[in-house]
């Protein structure tokens, strides 16, 4: 009986010197939400954090403003990435300065408006590019669709109140307003400078053309804050990854 119990704890003793050394285990990926209007520049700054690290730590998914505050607050996200006015008692924190680009078709010779030309086009006070020494062709405004925080802050800094024409098409992303910009030669649209495609044309607001140094310094001023938005403050990857961006703001443009 000795002899079987003591070859036992022999055998315990061998398998515990042989199992395999504890690895730390992958932390889970935050969950982070933005809006189609800035869905460019934040794809781009999650992809240059994952080439980084060498790994995916972010799962990221584009909602309307609406669907990604809900989604919040429901605990569905650990973050919004938008440019909305943060809830009140929200964590907020800015992320970057994005300026409003107003872009028109390549063969447009306008490259330059005031701030009383963009309300007149976008109210639908002049309808044709001829009544601002254009071709004789009709105006086509495009815009984004209401509740989208560039055209909210676009309206607030140029429309002052005026709504938008009745004749403007709706741009349901940017992408698909630089399609419709690229493809009309009548079109004018704006949308975040960073989803600027090489198809269309920024044109210069009060003598200064969009881009980021114009942005950040104020010169450009058609602009509004990225901010990151959640009901409390992230921990985890979704912390790192904030502190990764502020400290290093990996690109202004994909």
């Known amino acids: 009986m000795a002899k079987r119990i003591v070859v036992l704890m022999l055998s315990l003793a061998l398998a515990s010197c042989t199992t395999a050394p504890t690895t730390t285990p992958t932390p889970a990926p935050a969950h982070i939400v933005t809006t189609p209007a800035f869905e460019g520049i934040v794809t781009w700054w999650c992809a240059s954090y994952a080439d980084e690290l060498g790994l995916s730590p972010i799962e990221l998914e584009i909602l309307p403003p609406t669907e990604a505050l809900a989604a919040a607050e429901s605990g569905t996200v650990e973050l919004v990435i938008a440019g909305l006015e943060p809830p009140p008692g929200w964590f907020a924190t800015l992320l970057s300065i994005e300026g409003i680009a107003v872009v028109v078709h390549p063969s447009n010779p306008l490259r330059a408006f005031d701030m009383e030309d963009l309300a007149a086009i976008f109210a639908g006070k002049v309808t044709s590019w001829q009544e601002l020494g254009g071709a004789d062709k009709q105006i086509q405004p495009v815009i984004p669709l209401p ?26 992303t940017p992408l698909s307003t630089s399609m419709i910009v690229a493809e009309d030669p009548g079109a004018i649209g704006y949308l975040s400078f960073s989803q600027v495609t090489e198809d269309i044309r920024s044109v210069r607001v009060e003598g200064v053309l969009p881009g980021p140094s114009t942005v950040q310094d104020g010169r450009y001023s058609l602009r509004l804050e990225i901010l990151a938005l959640a009901p409390q403050e992230p921990t985890g990857v979704a912390y790192e990854w904030l502190a990764w961006l502020q400290s290093s703001q990996p690109a202004e443009k994909p």
């Open 147 to 172: 509740g989208d925080e560039v055209r909210v802050r676009f309206e607030s800094l140029v429309l002052d109140g005026l709504p938008p024409s009745p004749a403007a098409r709706l741009g349901p």
